[in-house]
């Protein structure tokens, strides 16, 4: 099972930026704990970080075909990102959004992530544990897929 994290904007400065909001973890400690966790439960993992809306775009269209699932904290761009919503339903795949703070509790312009409706779940509010919730909602949703594929494949 591979799975790719694609991180959106200004992640990169975590631990450095608003701290109170987003906590004291680098944003390669997050990327560490989560390579961890994955290898332990068999799964491959690959990082991407971009502030640039085109390159995310592009990254999630080079999943299609290479990855099983992708984990996304679009941040920012959640609220703003008809392009991304667009691409993450064009590869057709499993998708877990995930928030590091919890944006219903944000400014208003926040609390609307247009990216969720290509999402198959979102995680919101749990700081960096977010992204091990949705290594295991990606791995049980990956699973549940291959399951019933494998079922119908032996039922023809």
């Not at 909001?21 to 970080?49: C, R, T, W």
């Not at 064009?90 to 992530?113: C, D, G, L, T």
């Amino acid at each position: 099972m591979k799975i790719a994290v694609i991180q959106g904007p200004n992640l990169n400065m975590l631990g450095i930026r608003e701290q109170h909001i987003y906590g004291p973890m680098s944003l390669e400690q997050i990327h560490d704990q989560l390579k961890s966790a994955a290898a332990q439960n068999g799964v491959e993992v690959e990082f991407f970080q971009s502030n640039l809306e085109g390159e995310i775009v592009d990254r999630i269209q080079e999943c299609l075909g290479t990855v099983d699932g992708i984990m996304i904290n679009p941040a920012a761009y959640s609220h703003t990102s008809i392009a991304i919503k667009d691409a993450l339903s064009a590869v057709a795949m499993p998708v877990v959004e995930v928030h590091i703070s919890n944006i219903y509790k944000r400014e208003e312009f926040r609390q609307k992530s247009i990216t969720a409706g290509a999402s198959t779940g979102v995680i919101s509010g749990f700081g960096p544990f977010g992204y091990h919730m949705g290594l295991i909602a990606l791995m049980q949703i990956i699973t549940e897929i291959k399951a019933v594929s494998q079922a119908q494949q032996s039922a023809e």
